[in-house]
């Protein structure tokens, strides 16, 4: 089965933490944290809609700079969301430059920042066509874990403890719709953007009986054009499975509660990425510097019964030893699961 969502270490692990989530059949991303982004290209980037932040340590956020470059000057509305005092945090960046010109761009660029303070979410909004200063009032919702829901998928966190608020994060589809490749085969059909509205009008569950226009251009540029009713066409090109839940755990002390909660989380992810810093004989050190160790990362893979466990956002001490910290990590793993 294709998953629909494709995510990937941004950089190697250990170089600035971070995820990029790419939709499959969309135009679309999302982006856990944001520390040096220069190996995505533009065209990457531009995806992105929804960016959430684990907590404000540079490795997490310097790439903060490098994605607002890109989105000046473009029609666009970007969420970031953050741990408590990420509102002032996005606003002292923005500060730092000179905004003098902008009002003379045509297009206005629009960041939509949320920030989880205990158990509310507060939210500001920013303008580039007024400098960036906040725009409105600060608003607020309650928090209970999740911080954004679509038709297709929720994303939640949890807050665990890193000497600061950081937080976990979990991508969950609500069930996953895979395209059978031979089926559109059969019906002569292409894939294209056409599969989005597909796949949104089963996320909506409208009526079967209901007609789907497909239009597209075939090699010689002739435009063609079909109809389906929504349930046939299902039938035809459509497995429906159990969607996919992706979490994502960087950075945390490895102190009970934290790895209760990271379990909670985690628990039954298809694939589990977590920061492995230090190897478990340097307890000491995670300890100290409020990481885990890569046994405890393992530890919490096996008892969240993870399927797959990236360990990730290796200390530097261990350059060439990247094979020592997978392997402590997969162990544990193996060892519980
Ligand atoms: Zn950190
Ligand atoms: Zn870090």
Same mark, same amino acid.
């Given at each position: 089965m294709t998953p629909s969502f494709h995510p990937r270490l941004i +950089? %190697?692990? !250990?170089s600035d933490p971070g995820l990029f989530i790419q939709f499959l059949f969309e135009r679309r991303a999302l982006l856990f944290d944001l520390g040096d982004l220069s190996p995505l290209s533009a065209r990457d980037l531009l995806k992105v809609t929804h960016v959430f932040v684990t907590h404000t340590h540079m490795d997490h956020f310097i790439g903060f700079d490098s994605l607002l470059r890109l989105l000046i000057g473009r029609d666009k509305e970007i969420h970031l969301f953050g741990p408590s005092d990420f509102i002032q945090k996005v606003q002292a960046k923005l500060s730092?430059? +000179?905004? +003098?010109?902008?009002? +003379?761009?045509?297009d206005t660029l629009s960041l939509k920042i949320a920030e989880i303070q205990g158990e509310k979410l507060l939210m500001q909004g920013f303008n580039s066509s007024n400098r !960036?200063?906040?725009?409105g009032d600060l608003r607020e919702r309650p928090f209970d874990g999740n911080l954004l829901s679509e038709k297709s998928f929720s994303v939640d966190a949890a807050i665990l403890d890193h000497k600061t608020d950081c937080i976990g994060l979990c991508l969950k589809e609500n069930f996953s719709i895979n395209i059978m490749k031979e089926g559109l085969k059969e019906l002569g059909l292409p894939v294209g953007p056409w599969l989005r509205e597909f796949k949104e009008a089963i996320y909506e569950g409208r009526n079967p009986a209901q007609t789907l226009r497909i239009v597209w251009h075939d090699k010689d540029m002739v435009t063609r054009e079909r109809c389906f009713a929504l349930g046939e066409l299902k039938e035809r090109i459509a497995r429906i499975s159990p969607g996919q839940k992706i979490t994502y755990i960087t %950075?945390?002390?490895?102190?009970p509660e934290n790895i209760e909660k990271a379990v909670n989380l985690a628990l039954d992810s298809n694939r589990l990425f977590v920061e492995s810093s230090f190897l478990d004989k340097e307890r000491d050190v995670a300890r100290r510097k409020y990481h885990l160790t890569a046994r405890e990362a393992g530890l919490i893979a096996a008892k969240a019964k993870v399927k797959e466990l990236t360990p990730f956002h290796f200390s530097p001490r261990y350059f060439g030893r990247e094979n020592e910290l997978i392997q402590e990590a997969m162990t544990a793993f193996r060892s519980e699961s």
């Open positions: +950089n %190697d692990r !250990f730092a430059y +000179n905004w +003098n010109l902008i009002e +003379n761009y045509e !960036f200063e906040p725009a %950075d945390m002390i490895g102190s």
